[in-house]
């Protein structure tokens, strides 16, 4: 168990290296971290491990920084921002940058390189429109045994299945034994840095798109503002920067301001940020709300989710969903022809099934619930005939009459027999037939 003045020397240690700030309450997280270094090393425990860290080992700092970083990253990730790339970002720099043909990216925090490797995928789609044009990916971390990983360009199984679509899977990637390779051609297009956002951006030169995404998270405020002014001072006045989805600069940085209807992705808070077409994705967008819709069965204004079955109705054997403005009709009977659900008879809780228009007698017998009270006279059956009734209450006269017949009654549990219709015979039990219990073997 770590000690509390352990903790606090080790959490800031973590936070002047690499600006991620601990709480108390993630003491676990930081011995789960580095019990493995510690064993690593042969070194008894935790208290051990911190001793050496006092006493100023700078590989053990790195290696202890680098562990307690988070390197969660795959393809695509959030879908959205690659979307805003693809068809707002690149076809406006295509535009913009046609006399310079010029193109820089930063990736910042670029973990083991599947955003990277997404945008330069993405950029392989606009080989024809980049022809001579120079384009350059810089990927960073401060992890260096992650930066190795990138470079390699191999993932599992289950790391190629994290957003990456198959079709890109087939085209980009070779089965190296369990793993999965990008192609060579793909690892040419992005550089790989070590790199510490902490340190001075200027010596990475001047970029126009900025992927900084689900990095800020794990700052401080005051960390947070320096690293916006900082990445600010790298780009021109109509560059873009990229934020992940829980991410803002809303109350933290004035110098970006959000792009028109769109959330992620910021322009410079500088008069020279130019208007940007954003109908495009927006068609996109809506088309795919559309889509959406029509595949849910649902009009506009409805629901955006398929209904479940009791929200349908059945029309000529097609199932429709019940749509806004739409209300569900009535059950159908069960008399034929007739669309109102069952009524009650007269008399106090018997409530009796409907009949169904059939071929035997003129009445018959019922299913009713069981009579809490006096009983009112309901159709012509006889006084205890086979109405079935469960043995609570008190057994009046009680019965229904259709138009027409009834279905045949269940067995009596009295004696007797009903008018005129026709009844299936009472099946009173009887034990003798089956023997007892303890006679079967």
Known sequence: MMRPEDFDFVSRLIKSKSGLVLSQDKTYLLESRLMPIARKRGL??????????????RVLVEEVVDAMTTNESFFFRDTKPFDQFRHVVLPHMI???????????WCAAASSGQEPYSLAMILEDFKSQLSGWRVEI????????ILTKARAGLYSQFEVQRGLPIQLLVKYFQKKEDQWQISQEIRSKVQYKEFNLLEDFRPLGQFD?????????????????????????????????????????????????????QRGIYQLNRPGAPDVDVSALEKIQAGASAAAGAASGTATGGFAFPKPKHMQTTTGGTTASVGAGTTTPPRPGLSTGTTARPTTPTGTGTTARPSITGTTGTSGSTYSRPSTGTTGTAGSTGTAG?????????????????????PPARPSTGTGSTGSGTTRPSTTFDRSRFGKPEDKK
Not at 50 to 56: E, H, K, T, V, Y
């Open 95 to 105: 535009k913009e940058r046609a006399s310079k043909r010029h193109l820089r990216i």
């Open 209 to 261: 798109i900025v992927y900084c995404r689900n990095v800020l998270i794990y700052f401080d405020q005051p960390t947070k503002t320096d690293v916006l002014a900082r990445i600010s001072a790298l780009m021109p006045d109509d560059g873009f920067l990229f934020l992940g989805g829980a991410e803002t600069v809303l109350g933290i940085s004035d110098k970006f301001k959000p792009l028109a209807r």
């Open 386 to 406: 086979s109405t079935y009734r469960r043995p609570l209450g008190t057994t009046g006269t009680a019965g229904s009459s259709g138009t027409g017949s009834t």
């Open 44 to 57: 008894k425990d935790l208290t051990e491990l911190i001793a050496a860290l006092r006493g100023g080992d």
């Open 138 to 145: 810089i990927g960073t971390d401060i992890s260096r045994e």
